[in-house]
């Protein structure tokens, strides 16, 4: 698997994170550390109790005579219990506030890096992989504040604390004791090289269930008519079974481990009753320093147990921070140049392409060689050519999705790379070749990108667009719900929705890409009537393939492998006698021309 590099390391990125939450944070370890060290003063006191009340030399006159102290020393275990328990509850909260509180942070951040990507990075990243970095692997990295971070220092802060403790005691047996400690570490580290990657492994596996399920639920329709469903679900129980499978295996990693750590942890206490009774018998141990031994001796094996498990959750953490900060640290390709010009003004909508050569990243032939013509504010231009031959790979160009691999692209005489993207694209309507619209109401939809747009004036861009009666018979009219839930609306209507929205910014370029084609021939008559006749000035990108729509534009270009075959005017370009010429006979029938 790929290593990615980040500027800061996995912990750095946490706590850089936790900025403003610090302090919370540290005093919470410093709970962790101080009910732990609670829960080792009750054997303390109870040693205390053994060897002078109970098992003693004179056990029985200090009961007698000393029962202050004797009760003192009862109420002190009580009371700190009670302590205990409440600091360990603050502490949980503590924790749970902070981790609540990196994940809302990072959640938002990652959101705002994931808005502000490339066209590119859309083409990169599945939907079902991007959920999951915000879903699931976000999980994995509260648990580590919340928990694993916890679980560490209790682990370190227990042994290290009966460590002190039992080296006070007696220096000798407590190495005894220490002796296992190097196996078990041999025993993690082998562990954690074993289980890491089954870690990344089975996050993958849960990304490529969550696609398959997104996949499924937002193309159901295509699998509907296909008939596809037991298909689907066939391949959708797979890929679950192989996660649940994955998921098994790399508990099952620990399973492989456990015995040798259980077998360690359990030699403790028979290394302290064969060492520590011989101790005991040359009194080199009292009574109640073996009670104090033996009382406490889980608290060094305890966290042994506990590392495979601290190791299994951190593991996971790994794979999924790896992942959220491949994100985080994540950078559009396309912003605005250091020194983009400051044009907050609505521009005139002239648009020149310059000798522009562009080519996908990933491609292995440019989509456009050599484009150059030239649109005057105002002026309508029309694009046509086959399929797959660049059109909307040209006007992609225009709000900079994507930047040519040559040449310019301009408008107002300035290349599109000088504007801050936000102005440039403030002055573009765009209606998409595939309608997207939201889970919205159509008035909201259609002022999509600007909300403060008036109710008239939202219906008349749905005037514009001939969107207005069949809106009209829509249940709830403007306030009808469409979209993924709500009412289902026919492609055309979509596409009518879709126009109304690129004109509602009342922009000064607009460009439809093939945004008529699902409309019937009067209706499109109408739109570009409508069209011609609008309140602001705007220069119009028109992608289409009927001749009626091109017949009336100032330019018709036609593309043919990405280069501009033909250009001109209707007459111009039936004078020519080529493509475009041809396609007017396809369509009108040959008496027509
Ligand atoms: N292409 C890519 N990556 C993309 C989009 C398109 O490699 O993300 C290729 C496919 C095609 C060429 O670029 O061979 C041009 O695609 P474009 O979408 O520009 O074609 P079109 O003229 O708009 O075709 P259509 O009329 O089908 O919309
Ligand atoms: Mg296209």
Same mark, same amino acid.
């Given at each position: ?33 101080? *009910? @732990? ?11 205390? #109790? ?47 506030? #902070? ?8 959640? @938002? ?6 808005? *502000? ?46 460590? #002190? ?15 296992? %400690? ?17 870690? &990344?492994?089975?996050r ?11 996949? @499924? ?20 129980? +797979? ?26 942890a359990?030699?403790?206490p ?30 060094? %094996? ?5 590392l495979?498990?601290?190791?299994? $959750? ?24 250091p020194?983009?010009?400051? /044009? ?7 648009? +020149? ?7 996908? $990243? ?6 456009l /060689? ?6 005057e ?41 000088? *504007? /801050? ?5 403030k ?28 109710? $008239? ?9 001939? &969107?207005?009666?069949f ?12 979209g993924e ?6 492609g ?29 021939? $009067? ?9 011609? /006749?609008l309140?602001?000035?705007?220069t119009?990108i ?50 027509? #021309?």
């Amino acid at each position: 698997m790929e290593k990615k590099t980040f500027p800061r390391t996995r912990i750095q990125w946490l706590w850089d994170n936790m900025k403003g939450k610090r302090f919370l944070f540290i005093v919470a370890l410093f709970g962790t550390v101080l *009910y @732990n060290a609670f829960q080792l003063t009750i054997p303390f006191f109870s040693q205390k #109790v053994v060897d002078e009340f109970i098992a003693g030399e004179n056990a029985a006159a200090n009961l007698a005579n000393n029962r202050d102290r004797f009760l003192m020393l009862i109420g002190m275990m009580v009371g700190i219990t009670v302590l205990r328990a409440l600091v360990v509850y603050a502490d949980c909260m503590a924790y749970e506030h #902070v981790s609540q509180s990196v994940l809302y942070k990072v959640r @938002n951040i990652l959101f705002h890096k994931i808005e *502000y990507q490339d066209m590119r990075f859309y083409n990169e990243y599945r939907t079902g992989d991007l959920m999951t970095r915000v879903t699931g692997d976000l999980d994995a990295i509260r648990h580590m504040v919340a928990w694993v971070v916890r679980m560490i220092i209790e682990a370190f802060s227990l042994m290290t604390a009966t460590l #002190v403790y039992f080296f006070s005691m007696n220096v000798r047996m407590t190495l005894w004791l220490m002796a296992i %400690a190097p196996f078990i570490l041999i025993i993690i580290r082998v562990f954690r090289i074993k289980v890491g990657p089954m870690h &990344a492994l089975l996050r993958e596996k849960l990304a490529g269930m969550n696609t398959s399920a997104q996949e @499924n639920i937002s193309g159901n329709r295509v699998v509907k008519a296909f008939a596809r469903e037991d298909y689907e679900i066939k391949k959708f129980d +797979e890929s679950n079974r192989d996660y649940s499978e994955t998921n098994q295996k790399t508990q099952m990693v620990w399973l492989k481990f456990y015995p040798y750590i259980e077998s360690c942890a359990n030699l403790m206490p028979v290394v302290l009753m064969v060492v520590g009774g011989t101790y005991l018998i040359r009194g080199e141990l009292t009574m109640g320093q073996y009670v104090a031994f033996s009382g406490l001796i889980w608290a060094l %094996a305890n966290p042994m147990r506990m590392l495979g498990n601290i190791m299994n $959750e951190f593991q996971r953490f790994s794979a999924a921070s790896a992942k959220d900060m491949e994100i985080y640290y994540s950078e559009p390709v396309i912003v605005d140049a250091p020194d983009a010009i400051d /044009k907050p003004d609505r521009l005139k909508g002239e648009i +020149e392409f310059k000798n522009v050569s562009f080519k996908f $990243e990933d491609g292995k032939y440019p989509v456009l /060689k050599n484009i150059s013509f030239k649109a005057e504010p105002g002026q309508t231009v029309a694009i046509m050519g086959e399929t797959g031959c660049g059109k909307t790979s040209l006007i992609h160009l225009i709000p900079r999705f994507y930047e040519p691999t040559s040449g310019e692209v301009l408008v107002d005489g300035i290349n599109v790379n000088r *504007y /801050k993207l936000r102005q440039l694209r403030k002055n573009i309507g765009l209606a998409t070749q595939d309608v997207l619209l939201y889970s919205d109401t159509i008035d909201g939809n259609i002022a999509f990108g600007d909300s403060h747009i008036s109710k $008239e004036e939202v219906l008349k861009f749905a005037r514009y667009s001939q &969107a207005s009666e069949f809106i009209a018979k829509m249940p709830e009219g403007y306030d009808t719900i469409i979209g993924e839930r709500g009412v289902g609306l026919s492609g055309g209507q979509k596409q009518r929705i879709s126009l109304a929205r690129a004109l509602a910014v009342r922009p000064s370029i607009l460009i439809l890409d093939d945004t008529t084609s699902a409309v019937d021939m $009067e209706t499109e008559k109408q739109i570009q009537n409508s069209l011609r /006749k609008l309140d602001f000035n705007c220069t119009k990108i028109i992608i289409a393939q009927r001749i009626s729509t091109t017949k009336v534009a100032d330019k018709i270009i036609v593309l043919k492998d990405g280069v501009i075959a033909e250009q001109g005017t209707h007459q111009e370009l039936i004078a020519q006698k080529g493509y475009y010429y041809e396609l007017v006979k396809l369509q009108a029938g040959e008496e027509v #021309v």
